[in-house]
Nanobody, 133 residues
Framework: VQLAESGGGSVQAGGSLRLSCTTS?????????????MAWFRQAPGKGREGGAC???????NYADSVQGRFTISLDKAAKTLYLQIKNLQAEDTAQFYC???????????????????????WGQGTQVTVSS
């Protein structure tokens, strides 16, 4: 599975961005996209990678408290693309943003997803978001 982020850039505080994560390598059957959950992470300079939002294979979403109401994760299965809509950008959103994917274990539910970086095997290269006040 390969992931590639795009859509980052420099924006003014209060602005909005939509990040995209195009995917490839989902070969169908047990390796179809429907068997994976996905997430968006951000990593600010000098800080650890924080899971902001995740989406389960059935579409269930989960958000970190710090981004609730401002981040929206969505998945277009036909386009095999993951999105992150960010509104009301703040200076603290300045970070490298990464998308990640992990195949669901047979023992976990279709509505399960994770925001822990250690749970993910597949990562993109990241896209930079810089917010200026």
């Amino acid at each position: 599975v390969q992931l590639a982020e795009s859509g980052g850039g420099s924006v003014q505080a209060g602005g909005s961005l939509r990040l995209s994560c195009t995917t490839s390598g989902f070969t169908g059957g047990e390796n179809s996209m429907s068997q994976y959950y996905m997430a968006w992470f951000r990593q600010a300079p000098g800080k650890g990678r924080e899971g902001g939002a995740c989406i389960a294979s059935d579409g269930t979403t989960n958000y970190a408290d710090s981004v609730q109401g401002r981040f929206t994760i969505s998945l277009d299965k036909a386009a095999k693309t993951l999105y992150l809509q960010i509104k009301n950008l703040q200076a603290e959103d300045t970070a490298q943003f990464y998308c990640a994917a992990q195949r669901r274990s047979p023992y976990t539910s279709y509505w399960h997803c994770s925001r822990a970086s250690s749970d993910f095997r597949f990562w993109g290269q990241g896209t930079q978001v810089t917010v200026s006040s």
